[in-house]
């Protein structure tokens, strides 16, 4: 990460398109991504590759990565539900994948229709595949350990439990795990708690991010813990786009907007510009519209005076 000191990685394209049923046509996806992108964001998850009729919300992913590609500078990240997902997430060029794999097995069934161990398969097969194409053109794998801060269906998780599946994703020849608070269960102790958990079984270096959504409230003091324990990127969408449908008022994930104002005023650099991000969401508005937006950067604007760390 050249001169920037925390990676905002943008999921709205992907989480925040999921959660709502509105249908993002494919060019305002476009004209979403390439103006994040000029507004310094520098990592954008644009799709998933799940079948379309699971969700037709991102039935152009293809589509979508290979315009994303163009984009100079832009870490293209796609979610690949399986390695049959990852098999279309490679031919479409992709920098990275991402496998969630819930912890809660529950969960894992009801929503991946899959044990843990057969998750752990499916990680198997796509390193496998991966490890056949050349070395430069390998994209980043990720193991992202969902409901990780606690399941709707199980309620907490052991300790133990995440750690050995932590473990078996690296095992599995992942590149690095990452933390997910699916469910918005998260506070800040318990960030501090897994984070030390987990990389106390993958090292420091394989466990760099967190993706955390504001159902309660406390996702942006989840991001401070987050820091406090040296996270270095952080998932959120603009709008906080998808809103959650059993807390009126709450975003989906945390407020891109609002992340990238508190960062740049602690004096820590995401080569984000606030005014052009925050100017992003017109193009939301006019394409999704009647689907409600997050976030109070837009609303108060940033203080007078306000300098922030990337100009
Ligand atoms: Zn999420």
Redesign the pocket.
């Known amino acids: 990460m050249s001169n920037i000191d925390i990676l905002v990685s943008e999921?709205g394209p992907r989480?925040g398109l999921q959660?709502i049923k509105s249908i993002m046509p494919l060019e305002a996806k476009k004209a979403w991504i390439a103006a994040e992108a000029a507004a310094g964001v520098r990592e954008i998850e644009v799709g998933s590759f799940v079948p379309a009729k699971i969700l037709p919300q991102l039935a152009d992913t293809a589509e979508v990565v290979a315009f994303a590609r163009t984009i100079p500078g832009l870490q293209v990240a796609v979610l690949v539900p399986n390695a049959k997902g990852a098999e279309a997430a490679l031919k479409s060029g992709a920098h990275k994948l991402t496998l969630p794999l819930s912890v809660s097995e529950t969960h894992s069934l009801k929503n991946l229709r899959r044990t843990h161990d057969q998750v752990i398969e499916e990680a198997k097969a796509i390193v496998a595949m991966i490890r056949e194409l050349p070395e430069d053109q390998r994209p980043h794998f990720e193991g992202s350990l969902?409901t990780a801060f606690g399941c709707t269906l199980e309620g907490p998780i052991p300790d133990a439990q995440i750690a050995r599946l932590a473990g078996r994703l690296i095992e599995a020849g992942c590149d690095e795990v990452g933390l997910?608070?699916?469910t918005g269960y998260a506070d800040p102790r318990a960030v501090k708690h897994l984070t030390r958990l987990v990389r106390g079984v993958v090292g420091d270096d394989k466990l760099t991010g967190i993706?955390?959504?504001n159902t309660r409230g406390v996702g942006l003091a989840n991001v401070l813990a987050a820091l406090d324990v040296g996270l270095t990127t952080v998932?959120s969408s603009l709008g906080g786009l998808?809103g959650c449908p059993f807390a009126p008022g709450a975003s989906?994930?945390i407020v891109t907007e609002d992340l990238v104002f508190m960062l740049e005023a602690m004096g820590l650099k995401t080569g984000i510009d606030i005014e052009k991000l925050v100017a992003c969401r017109t193009i939301l508005k006019e394409a999704l519209p009647g689907e409600e937006l997050y976030g109070f950067i837009p609303d108060a604007g940033v203080p007078l005076g306000f300098k922030p760390a990337s100009a």
């Open positions: 999921v989480d959660s969902s997910s608070d699916t993706h955390l959504h998932d998808g989906g994930n």
